[in-house]
């Protein structure tokens, strides 16, 4: 399945040392659910809030068998900061399990899920950060059995026209924070999501010229460990 969504014609610029710690830190919130980005939606904005017990069952199973089919995802993202930094890149996606995030110089920053570790790479001073990609955000759509209801717990949905969005807090921390899937409906597609630390601060990624299905190169998803010399 292939849909193509234009992305906005304004090229987001990142530019200095301030600005580079902004996009740092919205790529830490893409990780790990911290960062220092508010919500910009790109998408229609005007909902009806609905409780999350008003989600139908029949939803629930669309959203996961949606989820559940990716085999393989691209697209163009596009990641915004309140405080003047933003940044953009190319987003890889194989389920289960494997994602990278690789941004558009001048940003040196890489994100790569293996399908064990989750990275943040720092290509500028040449180091890697590990987390358990159970305890990210994207262990949430890249886990091999997708379940909105059993380490997660839905705590918002709002329907429009438009757009479907799922408030996620996981079961067992939920005061830690939470991810928002935004998806278009017709078809069925992932477009955004929303990272929300447990101070409200948001970081918003919005996927742009989405294509499903393709067959990508194993390499992406590989990642090098560097170790630190003896006697270093």
Do not use: C
């Not at 399990?97 to 890489?110: C, D, S, T, V, W």
């Not at 570790?117 to 180091?127: M, R, S």
Request: zero cysteines; hydrophobic letters at 40%; glycine letters at 6%.
């Amino acid at each position: 399945m292939t849909r193509l969504t234009q992305k906005p014609k304004t090229r987001w610029k990142t530019l200095g040392m301030k600005t580079r710690a902004f996009v740092a830190a919205g790529a830490l919130a893409t990780a790990i659910g911290l960062g220092a980005v508010t919500s910009l939606t790109l998408l229609p904005s005007t909902a009806t809030a609905q409780s999350s017990d008003q989600i139908s069952p029949e939803m629930i199973e669309k959203i996961e068998n949606y989820l559940a089919g990716i085999t393989t995802l691209k697209a163009e993202f596009v990641q915004i900061s309140s405080d003047g930094g933003a940044a953009e890149g190319d987003l890889y996606m194989e389920r289960p399990g494997k994602m990278r995030f690789e941004y558009n110089p001048p940003a040196q920053i890489l994100l790569v899920s293996t399908g064990h570790d989750f990275i943040y790479f720092d290509k500028e001073i040449n180091a890697p950060t590990y987390f358990d990609i159970d305890e990210t955000p994207a262990g949430i759509i890249l886990a091999e059995n997708i379940s909105l209801t059993d380490k997660v717990k839905i705590v918002d949905y709002r329907r429009t026209a438009e757009t479907v969005r799922i408030e996620l807090v996981r079961k067992s921390d939920p005061g830690a924070g939470s991810v928002t899937l935004v998806f278009s409906e017709k078809p069925m597609q992932l477009r955004q999501w929303i990272v929300t630390d447990p101070t409200g601060i948001e970081t918003t990624v919005t996927l742009f010229n989405t294509q499903e299905g393709m067959k990508l190169d194993p390499e992406l998803f590989k990642f090098e460990r560097i170790w630190p010399q003896r006697g270093s």
